[in-house]
């Protein structure tokens, strides 16, 4: 029964060191979840300068905000945000979102629909979003 002891020994320590492998998936998982809330919760709020610090800071070196680019932005109140689907892969994800947006000046409401991509950086142990700020203006 020796070598039955030491398959089963060594099968615990497999399937142990296996789980211990997929522990770093779920961290990454809901690291993913906190930046998307965070970047959903400014956006909500109209916190478009906060929702900008969440840009891949490569994007932002880029395409720098502009102030006439933030007053637009200002121009506006998000009056619902919701997930109509969304696919992670790795260091990627994607989530498409729609977005309830109310003309402040005319209160004219209308729905946009907006691509959020995401990038792990290893680097910096967190989730950045590549493309911007939602463009509430593109038809």
Same mark, same amino acid.
């Given at each position: 029964m020796p070598g039955f002891r030491q398959t089963v020994v060594f099968a615990l320590v497999a399937a142990l060191l296996l789980m211990a492998g997929c522990a770093s998936t779920p961290d990454r998982d809901s690291s993913l979840r906190e $930046?998307?809330?965070?970047?959903?919760?400014?956006? !909500?709020? =109209?916190?478009?300068?906060? $929702?900008?610090?969440?840009?891949?800071?490569?994007? !932002?070196? =880029?395409?720098p905000l502009s102030s006439l680019e933030?007053?637009?932005?200002?121009?506006?109140?998000?009056?619902?945000?919701?997930e109509i689907g969304a696919r992670t892969s790795?260091?990627?994800?994607?989530?498409?979102?729609g977005i309830g947006v109310v003309n402040r000046n005319t209160q004219v409401q209308r729905e946009a629909r907006y691509l959020e991509q995401w990038r792990y950086d290893a680097a910096a142990d967190r989730w950045w979003i590549t493309g911007g700020l939602p463009d509430f203006w593109a038809d």
């Open positions: $930046a998307q809330y965070a970047w959903s919760a400014a956006i !909500r709020w =109209g916190d478009f300068e906060g $929702a900008w610090n969440l840009v891949d800071p490569e994007y !932002r070196a =880029g395409h933030l007053e637009r932005y200002k121009q506006v109140q998000v009056s619902r945000y919701h790795g260091d990627r994800a994607s989530r498409e979102i």
